[in-house]
């Protein structure tokens, strides 16, 4: 989809559509008074009239438009101008494309970003248009016999009053189109289903991102090889399972090899019935979603390769399936880590510290500058924060503090919980280094107090993505999510 960026009046400039925002009063301001005049008025009398609505999200097409430059105009709520920032853009981008959608309309000029936004420059407005719009077109459907048709907008003009800043706009469309098509990748993978979807797909995946791009490498350990690297937490995982599981780790080298990488450790369970320690039926299809860590990491290792940025990363990916079976892990067992530390297995369906224990072992091998775990981890972090942030852990304040930042600038936020050693009481087992399992009460915190006795004295983050990873219900699907918070991170390392 293309995105150039316009400067004008918004008076005079030919399109099929222009996308202008209508603001609480009734009072109609900037290219949405420009046009109006352009028209003899047609838009403030459908805002007097109530034909019009300021309401966030609230659209209304506006067809053959008498003396306008434009065909037609998609009028877009967007409340009270002073409170117009990056978030109330975000949701006017996505009604419009969404109103767009049902129309067929091929192409179509937003004037939503062109007046000054108060948290948003135009760089990160450019890229927010770019985002939302792919986002709320995103639609899987590569398994159904039929398409739902309609969507034909691929061309959005991003219209801007600041020509001095068009290279800025430019770069964040850039930026956009690369972190949206990582988005993607991200959500196929996650929605795709666990006969499909298996580590070996993963492993697959991985290999053509690879072949994409001249310096993204990787290798795929079997479990052979994770046996002998000693990864016991890893394969008491997949014990249960027929379906083998993989070790992929994917290097991309965009400077010297001298320049520590940023090490990225995606969870992959493809499926988790729980093993042994069974899940309750409802809703436990939802769990063909429980390695959106792992298509987080892959669709972020996909936006480096387009992107390029001058940083190195590696990226593991620990997949597998956890299934009951006659060879599953049992609750009671003791199991050794690649680190040497043993952990006893009170609960089969905490399964996803235990893959990612011997994924970070694994990654510190290669003296990362950060090391960084992406999982939908506990429950227990939705409970914390709900469906809107990611909950994020971290030993180092300073590393904590730039994955904040980059959460708000990217509209993809985390929240800060606490690890201490403390919330690690409850780990304590009478027959091996510890348990995987502890007490419910902040479950999120001894979760990530767990993985935080395998990172030694790297500054480490652990991102639980449970709550934000997918949505259930009738929007049932994967986000892409932390794809914007992980790519504005690294590139602005």
Request: glycine residues 8%.
């Amino acid at each position: 989809m293309e995105f150039p960026v316009k400067t004008g009046e918004p008076g005079s400039q030919k399109t099929a559509c222009a996308i202008l925002p209508i603001f609480e009063g009734h009072r109609l301001k900037g290219p949405t008074h420009e046009v109006d005049i352009s028209c003899g008025g047609t838009l403030s009398q459908l805002v007097k009239t109530g034909s019009a609505s300021a309401r966030p999200g609230r659209t209304l097409l506006v067809p053959n438009l008498q003396g306008a430059a434009t065909d037609r105009v998609l009028l877009v709520g967007c409340g009270k101008e002073t409170k117009f920032n990056a978030k109330a853009l975000r949701q006017a981008i996505s009604a419009a494309a969404n109103a767009l959608s049902l129309t067929g309309i091929k192409e179509a000029t937003s004037y939503l970003a062109y007046a000054p936004i108060k948290d948003l420059d135009e760089y990160y407005a450019a890229r927010t248009t770019v985002e939302a719009t792919h986002s709320a077109l995103y639609r899987f459907e590569e398994l159904k016999s039929k398409s739902s048709g309609k969507i034909k907008l691929s061309r959005l003009p991003i219209a801007i009053n600041d020509s001095q800043k068009a290279k800025d706009a430019r770069l964040g469309v850039t930026h956009g189109r690369a972190i949206s098509t990582g988005m993607r990748l991200a959500r196929d993978l996650a929605n795709r289903p666990a006969n499909i979807c298996t580590p070996s797909h993963l492993a697959e995946e991985a290999r053509t991102i690879a072949k994409r791009y001249k310096n993204i490498h990787t290798k795929v350990l079997a479990e052979h090889d994770m046996k002998r690297l000693g990864m016991g937490a890893m394969l008491s995982v997949t014990h249960g399972a027929e379906e083998p599981a993989r070790l992929i780790v994917l290097e991309y080298k965009g400077t010297g090899a001298d320049v520590a990488p940023i090490a990225i450790c995606g969870k992959g369970v493809t499926f988790d019935t729980g093993g042994i320690s069974l899940k309750p039926p409802p809703k436990m299809d939802e769990m063909k979603f429980d390695m959106c860590g792992a298509a987080t990491v892959m669709g972020t290792m996909e936006v480096l390769g387009i992107l390029q940025p001058t940083i190195n990363v590696v990226a593991v990916v620990p997949a597998c399936e956890n299934m009951p079976g006659s060879r599953a892990t049992r609750p009671g067992d003791i199991v050794k880590t690649m680190s040497g530390q043993t952990v006893e297995i009170l609960n089969t369906d905490a399964e996803g510290r235990l893959i990612l224990c011997d994924a970070l072992t694994y990654a510190a091998r290669y003296k990362p500058r950060y090391l960084i775990d992406v999982a939908t981890l506990t429950g227990a972090c939705v409970v914390a924060v709900g469906h809107i942030y990611t909950g994020l852990f971290s030993n180092n304040e300073d590393l904590a503090s730039d994955i904040l930042a980059a959460g708000k600038r990217s509209l993809d936020p985390a929240w800060q919980l606490p690890v201490d050693e403390e919330y690690g009481a409850s780990l304590r087992s009478n027959f091996a280094d510890f348990a995987n399992s502890g007490v419910r009460d902040g479950g999120a915190s001894i979760a990530a107090q767990f993985l935080s006795r395998f990172v030694e004295d790297t500054p480490w983050a652990h991102l639980d993505i449970a709550g934000i990873a997918w949505k259930s219900s009738r929007d049932k699907g994967a986000t892409g999510r932390p794809v914007p918070l992980l790519t504005d991170f690294l590139l602005n390392l």
